[in-house]
């Protein structure tokens, strides 16, 4: 009785899904986004976690069908290919399988060596090539040892996910003597929430991940902040060399932290570089919106000014922020550096 009314339960979840893969035209099995217009609040619910379930399951390859070389996870530990491509082409998204096999169906190294970052490739040659012989790519979920999806699972997952308003790491960021908005900001910095071009595709609100100001492929987050090359040349100009092998190396967790944590003082009269450099984050972003939108873009050393300026006054409203006794009355000022300071 209980396995009949089991299979009559299964029966019906096919049959619902069934009805709204066809009626959302939902043509591949995992596509990167699911949003539609007017949709129903089931699906509108579906699409909130499509993020989510596409982060946690894994392609089986078979005859490479149905697997996205780029977008789906598909070879251990890396997760997509994407982000190990070391350059932009326009030819990429068109590529399949067969462009990265070579005539004896094994994995075409050369091409691979052409395409991928070094450290990726050995993890693509210990997956089998696939071949017309094999059978249909299948789809593993990551959270259960068999590999098939459950509710409990996905639920626990998403509770693992959800964000710790206790941590400590955030009480770094709330007690900052800068302005609130800025502190916000770097909330959203931290949970990868700003919209820049690459987010905005993976949420299928663009075509276009790349970069507005360089014409890099993927505008990250952190890729606007500090490895755009304008901003490069910029924190060049500012980081000392010593320091230069952390700072454009550490990811953006750790980047933002070790600079808000440090005591370093930016200079005579001015406050710390804690203060300066959230301030001078925001400004930069406010920069590169006014270019996307707007079509202008303010000089660097005039955001750099704006920012020293915001870091200061806020810096002088809190009193362990530690400022130099007679820079009280240049707060709203901004005394030129040398001529030859930045190129």
């Known amino acids: 009785m209980h396995k009949l009314a089991f299979q009559l339960v299964s029966s019906s979840t096919a049959m619902w899904a069934t009805a709204l893969r066809q009626k959302y035209r939902m043509l591949t099995t995992c596509p990167l986004s699911i949003a539609r217009r007017n949709c129903s609040p ?47 082409s326009s030819g990429i998204d068109h590529m399949h399988f067969a462009d990265l096999l070579q005539a004896d169906g094994n994995w075409n190294t050369s091409r691979l060596s ?85 987010e905005r595709a993976r949420r299928g609100m663009s075509s276009d991940p790349s970069c507005s100001c ?48 440090t005591s370093r003082v930016f200079g005579r009269g001015t406050p710390p570089w804690s203060c300066f450099f959230p301030s001078f984050l925001w400004q930069v972003w406010k920069r590169r919106n006014d270019f996307v ?10 955001v750099y000014r704006i920012g020293l300026v915001w870091a200061s006054h806020f810096a002088a409203t809190v009193p362990d922020v530690v400022m130099d006794s007679h820079a009280a009355t240049d707060f709203i000022q901004w005394v030129a550096p040398p001529h030859d300071w930045v190129n």
């Open 214 to 261: 360089c014409g890099f492929f993927n505008e990250t987050i952190l890729h606007i902040l500090r490895d755009c090359p304008p901003m490069r040349s910029f924190w060049q100009s500012l980081i000392p060399q010593s320091d230069h092998d952390y700072f454009f190396g550490a990811p953006l967790e750790h980047w933002i932290f070790s600079n808000i944590r």
């Open 293 to 302: 939108f707007n079509g202008e873009c303010l000089p660097l050393p005039d």
């Open 42 to 88: 089931l699906w509108h619910a579906l699409v909130n976690t499509w993020d989510s379930f596409r982060n946690n399951i894994f392609w089986l390859v078979g005859d490479g069908h149905d697997v996205h070389l780029w977008n789906d996870t598909w070879v251990p530990n890396l997760g997509p290919l994407r982000s190990w491509l070391t350059h932009a």
């Open 114 to 198: 052409a395409l991928l970052d070094p450290t990726a490739i050995p993890h693509v040659l210990g997956v089998p090539p696939p071949s017309l012989d094999d059978s249909r790519d299948m789809v593993a979920w990551k959270c259960t040892p068999t590999g098939i999806f459950t509710v409990s699972s996905a639920y626990e997952n998403l509770l693992s996910e959800s964000w710790d308003s206790c941590d400590s790491k955030w009480t770094g960021i709330w007690s900052l003597p800068v302005a609130q908005r800025v502190r916000m900001f770097l909330w959203l910095v931290l949970r990868q929430r700003l919209l820049t071009n690459a």
